[in-house]
């Protein structure tokens, strides 16, 4: 009952408001009264002057921004998915694992360091490397802009199709390659008439996975659209939001919904009516590498150049500025730890102290790890139960609709999410107090719109559990919750401390969905970055960055220890 709350409620409350006059309107519309039905916001957004400004520029932005982080991310993981599954390459269980790092990444990481090197005076500030060093100011559309955004975006996103399409390569028989090549077919022939076509549900889901959580992103548009009035829908929604047109943010809100709802469901008209070709069966199965032959080493290398390009190469340059006095020299003598260690100097980042000295930052380190533990274990735990309670009921009425209910979280974009909490519990409803600008706020929907991925962790974790083990217990006469606690969960531990896992990693780089939910008290890592951007203090950005990374890093390897297993990896929105 109070996950459905969290749930329709929010979505039925934003369609009300965004149908009603805000306090806000009284001075702009004559007559108006808060509170009272209308559909101004409507026709504000859609057909009024300013809707060119409030909607379809940003429309326009975000679909191109979507197709075309789209394009690149699934081109590059669908190639990378073949050379590591498909392929004789080396080092396959290390690459397989260093691959997804840039995904556990914030996705805007990438637009920090492209800001390092790439930026002009456009903007004011100090501009970038290229200009410094080499004297070459780059274009407008080079520094900011749609073109940096899918670029930066792209390679964060790559993820999706490297995971879905490596998956799905896993499982083709490599005897349908053979039979190909010994029909005349030449190699890259066998690809495109065999072998992707047996993987096209996986290119669909990643396509449209991948195209419906670029369009709700909020840190990257920002970060490189923002400073030059480039709006997105989630960038729209948030400059709204801090004008107090709360009924056009909304309707934005339902806007990106309604996006995302449509590109779900032809995710699953892909999955579900796709042709099905059998690969795999009970009279054997073998997947046989191709040999990459002379092109085994350059195909290497480039492998590691890529993932040098995307994770070496930006962590050294946010390593470097966050020592740098002056942001535009580059020389040794230029040097320092001050923004590491350093008293406060309105000389230098208008007096704010350094990393290690700044109460602010701390609060903020301690703030994100406790949001991150306590819905680390929250969603874990309700993670397990509505797994538990979906899979021992499979087949009732009850058992679909709370599968439905603990996946609908996932059709809310992030930034249009906070939007909906925002509206929902700045004031008490139902069984809550106003929660706006507490923590538990924050905990709660970074809990919510986590289940619908700890609930389907839970799941496989429970079809993995023959029902037998439970039942003989329940002869035996043990109740409900010693049968849970002595049986189900230990057999299920590892689903639980990877789905754990995974929370924690996404809750530490979360920015979207809580951006509008932050006050001074509340802020997190994530807003702490955001905020020494917007004021142009790139080391102190940089620096906290480089902390965030450490503990998401850490807390991967550390859990990966404790399990003695791989890294985790999922895919999840930044």
């Known amino acids: 009952m109070i996950f459905t709350f969290l749930v329709l409620v929010p979505l039925i409350k934003i369609i009300i408001t965004s149908l009603s006059f805000q306090a806000n309107d009284e001075r702009m519309v004559r007559g108006a009264r808060e509170g009272a039905f209308t559909f101004y916001h409507y026709t504000r957004v859609f057909v009024g002057k300013l809707s060119r400004s409030l909607f379809y520029k940003p429309l326009k932005n975000t679909l191109i921004i979507g197709i075309g982080v789209t394009t690149l991310s699934m081109f590059m993981g669908t190639i990378l998915a073949w050379i590591i599954v498909r392929t004789n390459i ?4 290390f690459l397989n694992t260093v691959i997804v790092i840039p995904y556990m990444m914030p996705s805007w990481v990438l637009a920090l360091a492209w800001l390092l090197v790439f930026k002009n005076n456009r903007t004011g500030g100090a501009p970038g490397m290229l200009t410094v060093l080499f004297g070459i100011v780059p274009p407008d559309w080079l520094s900011y802009g749609i073109f940096p955004i899918i670029i930066c975006l792209g390679f964060h996103y790559y993820a999706y199709s490297f995971l879905l399409v490596s998956g799905a390569l896993e499982t083709v028989n490599s005897e349908l390659e ?10 890259l022939k066998v690809l495109r008439k065999i072998t992707f076509p047996l993987v096209l549900p996986a290119l669909g ?33 948030y400059a709204s939001i801090n004008a107090r047109n709360t009924g056009d943010s909304f309707v934005l809100a339902l806007v990106l919904v309604f996006m995302a ?75 320092t730890t001050h923004f590491w260690t350093g008293e406060s100097n309105f000389k230098i980042s208008s007096g704010e102290e350094g990393i290690f000295r700044n109460p602010g930052i701390w609060g903020g380190v301690v703030n994100s790890i406790k949001l991150g533990i306590s ?13 538990y309670a979906i899979v021992r009921s499979r087949g009732t009425r009850i058992s679909r609709s709370l599968e439905a209910l603990s996946f609908a979280p996932y059709v809310f974009p992030s930034i249009a999410m906070g939007a909906i909490y925002l509206g929902m519990f700045a004031r008490p409803v139902g069984p809550f107090p106003a929660l706006y600008g507490t923590f538990w706020l924050l905990l709660l929907i970074v809990v919510v719109k986590n289940m619908p991925f700890s609930s389907r962790t839970g799941m496989s974790a429970m079809l993995q559990i023959d029902k037998s083990l439970e039942e003989s217990a329940q002869i035996e006469g043990m109740p409900w919750l010693k049968r849970f606690w002595k ?18 990693i996404t809750s530490m780089r979360e920015l979207s969905l809580i951006i509008l939910l932050i006050t001074p008290s509340t802020r997190v890592l994530t807003t702490i970055i955001f905020g020494y951007e917007d004021q142009d203090m790139v080391q102190h950005a940089n620096g906290v960055t480089l ?3 450490l503990i998401i890093v850490s807390a991967n390897f550390i859990m990966r220890r404790f399990l003695g297993s791989k890294s985790i990896t999922g895919i999840k929105e930044s």
């Open 487 to 504: 049986i189900i969960f230990p057999l299920s531990r590892s689903g639980f401390f990877s789905g754990m896992l995974l929370t924690f």
């Open 261 to 335: 709802a449509v590109a779900i469901y032809f995710n699953s008209k892909i999955i579900g009516k796709r042709k099905s070709y059998v690969t795999m069966g009970g009279k054997g199965f073998r997947s046989k590498p191709n040999n990459l032959g002379v092109w085994r080493i350059p195909v290497t290398a480039a492998v590691f150049l890529f993932l040098i390009i995307i994770i070496i190469i930006p962590v050294i340059l946010l390593t470097w500025n966050t020592f740098m006095l002056l942001p535009d020299d580059y020389s040794l003598s230029n040097l």
């Open 90 to 93: 080396p080092f396959k269980k």
């Open 178 to 187: 053979e039979a190909g090549a010994l029909s005349g077919l030449d190699k």
């Open 547 to 549: 902390i965030l990374m």
């Open 205 to 237: 889901s990643s396509f449209v996975l991948t195209f419906s959580r670029s369009m709700g992103t909020f840190g990257t548009p920002a970060l490189l659209g923002l400073p030059v009035r480039i709006f997105t829908i989630p960038t729209q929604i």
């Open 375 to 387: 819905a680390a274990v929250l969603n874990a735990f309700l993670g397990l139960f509505v797994g």
